[in-house]
């Protein structure tokens, strides 16, 4: 499984924030996303990131994560 939370980190600029989300053409499905908020948290435990905001569905499941990009 890709590793979506540092792909995303990776691209950034110290300061930016960015929106994680799943992406289909990848082969993302929101089931699968679930595990790149835990991978998410764990970067911010480390001070990599800030999580500003959780989007979630109405059945719960997240669908996007606000970063912010701390190291």
Do not use: C, N
């Not at 908020?37 to 994560?65: F, N, T």
């Amino acid at each position: 499984m890709r590793d979506i939370a540092m792909e995303v980190y990776e691209k950034m600029k110290v300061g930016g924030t960015a929106w994680i989300r799943p992406v289909s053409a990848k082969g993302d499905t929101v089931a699968s996303f679930q595990q790149t908020h835990e991978k998410a948290r764990q970067m911010a435990d480390e001070g990599l990131i800030s999580i500003s905001s959780v989007k979630r569905q109405e059945d719960g499941l997240i669908e996007s994560i606000r970063i912010l990009r701390l190291a």
